[in-house]
């Protein structure tokens, strides 16, 4: 199981550090995954990190702006957002799964956490 915390109410410019506990012991082989949906909108790709933590991967909106990490001594994976806009405003849901290293599509994720409100104010 997955949950994710760490959403809130921000201003523009501001950060804040989404996390996604996972239970179980053997989050270490699960690639991981952010991703996010906006009111109206589909579910889309932000950020994905491969299951030893070298390699990353990031939807062109974000990148230099988010960055994903995960712990897998604490079992947790993280999302760090900086500089956030009124349009980063979304749920935000993790992801894992064992098949695919760094998957941008959320069908090829087999666990989801339920998701954290981010809202950006301008």
């Known amino acids: 199981q997955l949950q994710a915390s760490g959403g809130g109410l921000v201003q523009a410019g501001g950060s804040l550090r989404l996390s996604c506990a996972a239970s179980?012991?053997?989050?270490?082989?699960?690639?991981m995954g952010w991703f996010r949906q906006a009111p109206g909108k589909e579910r889309e790709f932000v950020a994905a990190?491969?299951?030893?933590?070298?390699?990353?991967r990031y939807a062109d909106s974000v990148k230099g702006q988010f960055t994903i990490s995960r712990d897998d001594a604490e079992n947790t994976g993280y999302l760090s957002m900086n500089s956030l806009k009124p349009e980063d405003t979304a749920v935000y849901y993790c992801?894992?799964?064992?098949?695919?290293?760094?998957?941008?599509?959320?069908?090829?994720?087999?666990?989801w956490g339920q998701g954290t409100l981010v809202t950006v104010s301008s």
């Open positions: 992801a894992a799964d064992r098949r695919y290293p760094m998957s941008n599509m959320p069908t090829e994720y087999d666990y």
């Open positions: 179980g012991r053997t989050f270490g082989l699960y690639a």
């Open positions: 990190i491969r299951w030893k933590g070298d390699t990353t």
